[in-house]
Structures are given as C-alpha cells and as structure tokens.
C-alpha cells in the first residue's frame, strides 16, 4: 500500500512553500504528498504576450505557405493512396470498392533544376 500524507498549508507565500517542496524532494521521502495552499500571484519573466503572438503569426505565416511537394513527400503520398485504396495486390473484381481508381497514366516525375 502507498502511503499518502495531505499537508493543508493555508495561505503560504510562494517562496516558503518552494522552498519546503525542494527540502521534501532532497530528503528523499518514501511517501506520497498531497499539499493544499494558497499563495498570491507569481509573475514569472517568461514570455511577453506580444512576444507570443509574433511568434503564433509565423507559425501562421508558415503553415499557409504553399510549396511544391517534394520527391520524397510525393512517394509518401503515393504510398498512402496505394495502401488507403488497395490499389496494392493482384487484380481482382472489387465490386465494394468505392473509388475507381488508375494509374495508368499516372507518371512521378523527378524534377531537374
């Protein structure tokens, strides 16, 4: 069985309560720990907002960007619609497949530049 201590710390400045956290970490305890507390707001300096939001505009910026699949994109592709629509194994009478599909004018072209 695991044993669980609950700690009910009231309201606690931050730093008193992190400073208990890591003193229980370093005595290394052979128990589990519930703590409840409260403790004011902590402002950390991470990240601005404005910081964030350029950063989700490029992320943006890039994800709409439309670029030529490359060779290596195009054989993944390939693969996929062979497997996806069982275009893969002998010919057979596929009355319940849903697609028709062929590929006999169907050509993968490497691009020279």
């Known amino acids: 069985m695991i044993k669980v ?3 009910e710390l009231g309201t606690i400045e931050y ?9 229980l970490i370093n005595e290394s305890p052979k128990f589990h720990s519930i703590w409840v507390l409260e403790h004011e707001p902590v402002f950390t ?6 910081e964030i939001h350029a950063v989700e505009m490029e992320i943006y910026a ?10 290596m994109a195009q054989m993944r592709n390939l693969q ?11 010919k057979r ?5 849903k697609y028709k599909i062929s590929l ?10």
Request: charged share 25%.
């Open 62 to 71: 890039l994800q709409s960007k439309k670029v030529k699949l490359s060779e």
């Open 45 to 50: 300096l991470g990240i601005s907002e404005k």
């Open 104 to 113: 006999e004018n169907f050509s993968l072209e490497r691009e020279l530049s």
């Open 93 to 97: 009478n596929c009355n319940y497949c």
């Open 80 to 90: 996929w619609w062979t497997v996806e629509y069982g275009l893969i194994g002998p």
């Open 5 to 7: 201590e609950l700690r």
């Open 15 to 23: 730093q008193a309560c992190y400073n208990q956290m890591i003193g």
